[in-house]
């Protein structure tokens, strides 16, 4: 059983920063593509950051030069580093994987004021 844990959310002002982190159990870590994903309140659910077993990365324009995303495989730990937080920022953050099938943390709330 894979469990994804997320952490680091919380109530920030426009401009400033967060760090989200997903602590992620067992050897398929070190193997699997870690995604975050967002959903803010009656939107869908949208990719925001990927980054491979090789340390590729992809973003969403949305995010792109302000968020970044990596992992420490000795941890089984993939960080999301979140600067200039705008408000429409603000959303549930989920990390997920794929291991023969879709695992999704709990999610962690990001709120961000104007």
């Known amino acids: 059983q894979v469990q994804l844990v997320e952490s680091g959310g919380g109530l920030v002002q426009a401009g400033g920063s967060l760090r989200l982190s997903c602590a992620a159990s067992?050897?398929?870590?070190?193997?699997?593509?870690m995604t975050w994903y967002r959903q803010a309140p009656g939107e869908q659910r949208e990719l925001v950051a990927r980054i491979t077993s090789g340390d590729s990365t992809i973003y969403a324009d949305s995010v792109k030069d302000r968020f970044t995303i990596s992992r420490e495989n000795a941890k089984n730990t993939v960080y999301l580093q979140m600067n200039s937080l705008k408000p429409e920022d603000t959303a549930v953050y989920y990390c997920y994987t794929y291991y023969g099938r879709d695992y999704w943390g709990k999610g962690t709330l990001v709120t961000v004021s104007s």
């Open positions: 067992g050897t398929i870590f070190r193997i699997n593509a």
